[in-house]
C-alpha cells in the first residue's frame, strides 16, 4: 500500500505546493473512512479511488477534480456527511462527489429504465460540471482493469455497457486513449478468444513489419528535410476492439484486413500539415476516396488531423496521419486538454459553455423525449460520429450520422422542416428519406402547402426533427385522419417521390399554388395491406383484442389520435366503443396484396441484439419486420411480441426455426 501511494505522490510535482498538501490530505481522509474494506479482488478498497486518482493526474486534471476522484465512494459507501467533507475539501469538491455518487445510485425495476435514468443523470451532471463525468469515466476504467473477479454474467453487463455506454462518451468528449482502453478491455470479457486472437495477431504483425515500418519512416524523414519541415514519425496499431469491428463489417478475417498498422507524422503548424501531405503524395500515390480533412472541418470533439491512405511500398496500402503537436494533445485528451484554470484570486475555470458537446446536452434537457426513445436518440445522436454538410451559403451544419434531408431542414429553423417538400445534395435532387453524406451541400425546397406526415418520423434521425414533426402531427391531427392522408405506422418507412426539376421550377416560381400536386402523401403500394374506399394511404394499426390476420372479416374505426383501427368484424369489444357506428368506416383487405401477416412471440436471455438478430432470420426468408415490443419478465428473460409481413407462399415455419437457432432465443411460439 504504501509503494501505491509513494507513486501516487511522486505524480503531483505539477501542483503548487498548497494544492498537493490539499490532496495528500485527501489520500489520508480516504483511507481513513474507507478502512478495512475490501475489493472483490481482495485487495484493500482504498486502491481503487487511488487509482481513479492517480489516471486523473496523467491526464491532467485540475486538484480538485482529482481530490473529488480520491473521495468518490466516500458519501456512498462509508456514511460520511456532505457537510462533514464540504468543511474539508470546500463546496466544489463536495458538488463533484455528489454528481459521480448521483449516477451511481440509480435503481430502477427494470435494466433498460435503470439504463435510461443513468443516462439522464449523466447528461444533467455533464451540463453543470463536466469534470463528474471525466471523474465517471476513469472509476470505469478501473473497474474495467479489475472484471475478472465477477461473475460472469455480470462481466458480460458491465462490459456490454461500457461499449454503449462509457467508451463512445469519451470519444465525444475526445479523450481518446480512454474511449481505446475501455473498448478493447469491454471486447476481453465479452469476446475472450476473440481478444486473445487479434492481440497475438497485431502484435506479430507489428514485429513482421518493422523494418518495413522503419524504411517508409526514413523515406518520410529524408523527405520532409529537404523541404526544411522538421516531424515526428512514430508507427500506430490498430487497436484490437477497431480491427474487431472492420472484421464484422467487412466480414472478413483478422488475414485479411491489410492496414492493421498505419503511420502518424507530428508537425508544428498547420500550414506544415498540408506540406507534409504533399510530400507524402508525391512519395506513393494516394487511394481515391481515402482523404479525410479534419483540420478544415474538426469533429464535434475538436479532433483535427488529415487522414490520407497511399499505395506504399510493394504496393502495400499504409494510412496516414499529419496533425500538429497541439492537434495531438487534443486528440488523446480531449475536453481534458482544455480544462485549464486561470491564475486569478476567483480561480474561475475555462467556460464549458464553450464546448459543443455541452450546448448539444443543454438543447437536449430541453426537449422533452418520451422515455421509450430516449436511449435510442442518444446512442444514435449523441453516442455516434457526426457529419459536417453545408447550407448553400457555406454554413457548416452537424448533424447525426445518417441524417436525413427532414434533419437539416429542421435544424435550419422548424418552419423551414414544416414547409419541406423537396431537397437537393451537391445539385442534385434526393428523397427526403436519403441519408446525407460528409461535405455535402444541402438545399431544403418548401412551399407554404408543403407539410409534415407521419412518415418522417420513421427516417428522421435526430430527436429535434422527430419532437418537432410530433408536434405538428399532434396539433393537426383530426384535419389529417379527415383528409385521409396519414400513412400507416405499422409499416416500413416507404420511400420519398423524387420531384422532377421541370417540377420544382414550376413550384419555384407559383408561389406555391401547385404544391401538393408536385409532392403528393406518400403510398407504395407494394406494402399496401388495407384499402378503405378509394384510399390506401392511411394511418392504420391492428387492434390488440382480436388480432386480424390477413383474409379476416374487417372493419374500421376511426379513433382519435390513433388513425383508423382494424379489428374482426365480430369483435366482441366493438359493442362497448362508444360513437362506433359514427366512426366506423368498411375496410377490406387490399385483394392484389400478394403478402401476408404473421405474429409469434419470442422469450429470450438478456440481450442488446434480438431485435436485429430476429429481423435479419425474417429479411433472410423475404420478410420483413413490421412490429415489436420487448420487456424483461420477472424471471430475468426478454419477452416480446412481434407482427412480421411475408410472401404469402413463403415458408412460416422455416423462419420460425431460424428465429429459433438465435443463441439468445429460449422460447418461440406462433401467434393467432
Known amino acids: ?136 469515466l476513469a472509476d470505469k476504467l478501473h473497474n474495467m482493469q479489475t472484471l475478472q473477479y465477477l461473475p460472469a454474467e455480470k462481466r458480460k453487463r458491465i462490459a456490454n455497457e461500457c461499449l454503449e455506454i462509457y467508451a463512445p462518451l469519451a470519444g465525444r468528449l475526445g479523450i481518446s486513449g480512454l474511449k481505446t482502453d475501455l473498448e478493447d478491455l469491454a471486447i476481453k470479457h465479452l469476446k475472450p478468444e476473440v481478444y486473445k486472437q487479434l492481440s497475438s495477431t497485431i502484435h506479430l504483425v507489428q514485429h513482421e513489419n518493422l523494418n518495413y ?202 418552419e423551414v422542416g414544416n414547409r419541406c417538400i423537396g431537397a437537393k445534395a451537391d445539385g442534385s435532387i434526393i428523397t427526403l428519406s436519403t441519408p446525407l453524406r460528409n461535405t455535402q451541400v444541402v438545399e431544403v425546397m418548401t412551399s407554404n402547402r408543403g407539410k409534415p406526415n407521419v412518415n418522417w418520423l420513421r427516417f428522421a434521425k435526430t430527436s429535434k426533427a422527430k419532437n418537432k414533426i410530433r408536434q405538428w402531427l399532434n396539433k393537426h391531427n383530426e384535419d389529417l385522419i379527415i383528409e385521409k392522408n396519414i400513412i400507416a405506422k405499422s409499416k416500413p418507412a416507404a420511400p420519398e417521390p423524387v420531384v422532377s426539376s421541370k417540377e420544382i421550377a414550376k413550384t419555384e416560381t407559383s408561389d406555391g399554388s401547385d404544391a401538393g400536386e408536385i409532392i403528393k402523401r406518400v403510398i407504395d403500394s407494394a406494402k399496401v395491406r388495407f384499402k378503405i374506399g378509394d384510399e390506401n394511404n392511411m394511418m392504420i394499426s391492428i387492434a390488440n383484442c382480436c388480432h386480424p390476420q390477413t383474409g379476416d372479416d374487417i372493419i374500421g374505426y376511426v379513433s382519435r389520435g390513433r388513425g383508423i383501427i382494424v379489428h374482426k368484424r365480430n ?32 422469450t429470450s436471455k438478456l440481450t442488446n441484439d434480438l431485435f436485429s438478430e430476429i429481423e435479419g432470420s425474417i429479411r433472410k426468408y423475404g420478410g420483413h419486420l413490421i412490429e415489436g415490443k420487448l420487456e424483461e419478465n420477472d424471471k430475468g428473460n426478454l419477452k416480446g411480441a412481434f407482427t412480421m409481413e411475408m410472401n404469402r407462399n413463403g415458408d412460416y415455419r422455416q423462419i420460425l426455426k431460424s428465429i429459433r437457432t438465435i443463441p439468445s432465443v429460449l422460447n418461440i411460439r406462433p401467434l393467432s
Open 1 to 136: 500500500m504504501d509503494h501505491t501511494i509513494n507513486k501516487f505522490e511522486n505524480k503531483l510535482s505539477k501542483f503548487r505546493p498548497t494544492e498537493k498538501a490539499k490532496i495528500l490530505k485527501a489520500v489520508e481522509w480516504a483511507q481513513l473512512k474507507h478502512g478495512d474494506q475490501k475489493r472483490a479482488s481482495g485487495e484493500p478498497f482504498f486502491i481503487h479511488p487511488l487509482k481513479v486518482a492517480e489516471f486523473l493526474v496523467d491526464l491532467g486534471m485540475d486538484h480538485e477534480t482529482v481530490i473529488a476522484a480520491l473521495l468518490h465512494d466516500v458519501l456512498e459507501d462509508t456514511g460520511t456527511s456532505e457537510s462533514e467533507m464540504k468543511k474539508e475539501f470546500g463546496r466544489n469538491v463536495v458538488g463533484l462527489v455528489d454528481g459521480v455518487t448521483k449516477i451511481s445510485i440509480v435503481k430502477a425495476k427494470s435494466k433498460s429504465i435503470q439504463e435510461t435514468e443513468t443516462m439522464r443523470k449523466m447528461l444533467i451532471a455533464m451540463t453543470k460540471d463536466i469534470r463528474v463525468i471525466i471523474i465517471k
Open 213 to 414: 515500418l522503419k524504411k517508409v519512416e526514413r523515406t518520410i524523414l529524408r523527405a520532409s528535410m529537404e523541404q526544411d519541415v522538421q516531424i515526428e514519425v512514430s508507427t500506430r496499431a490498430k487497436h484490437i476492439y477497431s480491427v474487431y469491428r472492420k472484421m464484422k463489417k467487412r466480414k472478413k478475417s483478422v488475414e485479411e484486413i491489410n492496414d492493421l498498422l498505419g503511420i502518424r507524422i507530428l508537425c508544428n503548424t498547420p500550414n506544415e500539415c498540408y506540406t507534409i501531405l504533399g510530400i507524402v503524395h508525391r512519395l506513393w500515390p494516394p487511394i481515391e476516396n481515402r482523404f479525410k480533412d479534419y483540420i478544415a472541418m474538426p469533429k464535434a470533439n475538436q479532433y483535427q488531423s488529415l487522414h490520407t491512405t497511399v499505395m506504399c511500398f510493394d504496393g502495400r496500402r499504409l494510412e496516414v496521419q499529419i496533425r500538429t503537436y497541439a492537434m495531438h494533445y487534443t486528440a488523446e485528451y480531449g475536453v481534458a486538454a482544455h480544462w485549464i484554470y486561470k491564475d486569478n484570486k476567483n480561480n474561475d475555470k475555462m467556460k464549458q459553455e464553450d464546448l459543443a458537446i455541452i450546448n448539444k446536452l443543454k438543447r437536449w434537457n430541453e426537449q422533452h423525449v418520451p422515455q421509450v426513445e430516449f436511449w435510442e436518440d442518444i446512442k444514435s445522436e449523441l453516442l455516434r460520429d457526426s457529419i459536417y454538410v453545408f447550407t448553400p451559403k457555406g454554413h457548416i451544419v452537424e448533424l447525426a450520422k445518417d441524417a436525413t434531408p427532414i434533419d437539416f431542414a429542421y435544424h435550419i429553423h422548424t
Open 571 to 602: 369483435c366482441p369489444n366493438l359493442r362497448n366503443i362508444k360513437e362506433f357506428e359514427e366512426r366506423s368506416v368498411e375496410v377490406e383487405w387490399e385483394a392484389v396484396s400478394p403478402t401476408a401477416t404473421r405474429r409469434f412471440e419470442v
